[in-house]
């Protein structure tokens, strides 16, 4: 993992480097779908509730937008190669904690205080593991979407959606490995990421890398931070308070003052709002990842009884929708270029809008219509943005890039992961409570989440009810499942009136462009680049 060249690479060194990305970008697919995978096993073993199972899912998230934006803060002074080394370490010191995780846990003949304090104990142990992973995972995104878009300037979308490929593409693989190891101890499959972890490591200590599109164009340190902006710097700085605060127990007038202060500093060093269509694509972030990596993070729990009918794993579903995505993302060069990379956005919200509404609907092999709905869906929603972003926002560099990647994985995280299994606990509870009430107030608890305290179903206590009774717990579960799906469907619904908004934006302006550097080597060349233009603040 060397230092970075005066210019980018050509020939079999830029391919090369580019591959490398590509199976780092592999090793984190890997931790999300184990993960996904485990995570009810890990909720057997350790005694999680749901809402706890969506604050491990949300912990292997919401870190990664941290890690992605500060790193982009100083990844132009520290290198890319030096965050790579980070996210390295990173990958390998997740597996050795959460494998050693059931080694807290109380022997057999252990006292019920015991029990439960090793249980507490394992659970933190995951959630450390997962946030560490998180953190090496925001690294690794932080260094290879500038590096992608500053190898290939001429076309962003087309090559950050086959670099993102390799999201999809880790998915299937991990999932067809969990898959084939069947019931085998579940440490087991979490070791897989050592596979591509070892593998990008190897390679990219052959590598050197580029200077990045903005520093090569003479752009400067402070212009990157104004396209950002304090708007920009109150969104961020909001999520990643507001999440560490509630772990942490600090109290709410402590957030507020910590972001009050850090963007107060903020504004008055830029003396900028930043860019008004940066920051709407910044929200427009936060459900387009509910829509993708919330759903994903739950698909497998959500669809394990539907799929237990037909004699398959769950996994299934995810492995599929995946392996849409890997295929299609390599194809989005020529339809970009056919509808823009806007209208590939809108027409994608829609059909993830139908696909959830039927996944929620759907029974035996129907499942698997509905699956490639959603999977077609939500193919092109993470890179596209990106590309927009690249394409729109030059001057923001790794900071406004990295930025809409974080603010989604943030959004997903702090909100997204966590308001799934409150979606599922409340309708649970809900129902318990008006038809079943005695069982309600026998295997219910309070708890507290990021949303508040909520009520929630104690695992334990419903292993305790007569196997007729849990039979209906268990049947309140399933509902409440397909119900979040539904539910989740509002957030493409959503995304669509905003991406019309734009498109009919930038008709009023004469189409969409991308704005290109002035300065930029290759800004004399437009006809090289997809619709390309100078940006107008900088001709």
């Not at 949300?58 to 890319?80: A, E, H, Q, R």
């Not at 903005?214 to 961020?236: C, H």
């Not at 799929?307 to 194809?331: K, Q």
């Amino acid at each position: 993992m060397t230092s970075e060249t005066s210019a980018t690479q050509s020939g079999h060194g830029e391919k090369y480097l580019f591959w490398a990305c590509f199976i780092a970008l592999i090793a984190t697919a890997f931790g999300f779908i184990v993960r996904s995978v485990l995570i009810d096993e890990w909720g057997t073993q350790f005694g999680l509730n749901d809402v706890e199972k969506g604050q491990i899912a949300g912990v292997g998230v919401w870190p990664m937008g941290v890690s992605i934006i500060l790193f982009s803060l100083v990844i132009d002074k520290i290198g890319y190669g030096r965050a790579m080394v980070f996210a390295f370490f990173a990958h390998i010191a997740y597996a050795v904690i959460v494998i050693c995780a059931p080694m807290v846990l109380a022997p057999e003949g252990a006292s019920s205080e015991e029990v439960a304090a090793g249980k507490e104990a394992g659970y933190w142990m995951l959630y450390i593991g997962n946030l560490i992973f998180a953190l090496g995972n925001g690294t690794v995104e932080a260094v290879i979407n500038p590096v992608v878009a500053s190898l290939f300037v001429r076309e962003k979308t087309k090559w950050l959606n086959i670099l993102h490929a390799g999201w999809p593409g880790g998915l299937v693989l991990a999932g067809l490995l969990t898959i084939a190891m069947g019931d085998i101890d579940w440490r087991l499959k979490v070791g897989l990421i050592f596979l591509p972890v070892l593998a990008y490591g190897f390679m990219m200590l052959q590598c050197k890398f580029p200077i990045s599109e903005r520093v090569a164009a003479g752009s400067g340190y402070l212009e990157m931070l104004q396209e950002f902006g304090i708007l920009g710097a109150l969104i961020v700085t909001s999520l990643i308070v507001r999440e560490v605060g509630n772990v942490f127990g600090f109290p709410a007038y402590i957030q507020w003052g910590v972001i009050a202060a850090v963007v107060g500093f903020f504004g008055v060093y830029v003396r900028a709002l930043g860019r008004p269509m940066f920051i709407f694509l910044l929200l427009i972030m936060i459900p387009l990842a509910t829509t993708e990596l919330g759903t994903d993070s739950w698909i497998t729990s959500l669809m394990e009884p539907e799929m237990a009918t037909l004699g398959l794993n769950a996994a299934w579903v995810l492995v599929y929708t995946s392996f849409i995505m890997m295929v299609l993302r390599f194809f989005a060069g020529p339809i970009v270029h056919r509808i823009s990379p806007l209208g590939l956005l809108a027409v994608s919200c829609v059909i993830a809008a139908i696909g959830l509404v039927a996944l929620s609907k759907a029974t035996g092999i129907m499942i698997l219509a509905a699956a490639t709905l959603y999977g077609f869906g939500k193919t092109f929603f993470w890179p596209t943005m990106l590309g927009v972003v690249s394409e729109r926002f030059p001057k923001g560099g790794a900071l406004t890039l990295n930025a809409t990647g974080g603010v989604g994985m943030l959004g997903v995280g702090v909100l997204g992961a966590p308001f799934f299994g409150l979606l599922q606990e409340n309708d649970v509870t809900s129902q318990l409570k008006k038809e079943q009430p005695a069982v309600y107030e026998q295997i219910t608890s309070e708890k507290d989440s990021v949303f508040g305290q909520y009520t929630a179903v104690d695992p334990d206590k419903k292993n305790e009810l007569p196997k007729a009774e849990q039979k209906v717990v268990d049947d309140y579960v399933l509902q409440s499942k397909k119900n979040t799906l539904m539910t989740v469907a509002i957030f493409p619904c959503i995304m669509l009136v905003c991406y019309l908004a734009l498109i009919m934006y930038f008709k009023s302006k004469g189409g969409y462009t991308a704005e290109i550097l002035a300065g930029h080597p290759e800004a004399e060349q437009l006809d090289k680049f997809t619709s390309g233009s100078v940006a107008p603040d900088e001709a």
